[in-house]
């Protein structure tokens, strides 16, 4: 009955302080718990892109409006101009 306390005891030992055990299970279970986050940020982050293409590829507007921002676009019938603050001479 003694051995098979001991030799137990000897598993429950290797389970809980071995590192093929169960701090390799937590470290697992928080890995996969961190990859499911990311995979969802990723998601959402890839349904606002593709909105974005369809978008883009169905109206002149948001082609526009993204040549306008990114690209510094200017239309035929409007006139750009250009502010430049004026240089403090007093120093």
Known sequence: MIVLALAGLGL??????????YRKTVKLRTAVAEQRDLNESLRERN?????????????????????????????????????VPVADTTS
Do not use: C, P
């Open 47 to 83: 349904a606002a892109l593709d909105a974005e293409v369809v978008n883009l590829k169905q109206g002149r507007d948001a082609a526009e409006e993204r040549a306008r921002t990114d690209l510094g676009m200017i239309g035929r019938a409007e006139t750009f101009y250009q502010v």
């Open 12 to 21: 429950q030992a290797e389970l809980w302080l071995s590192d093929d055990g």
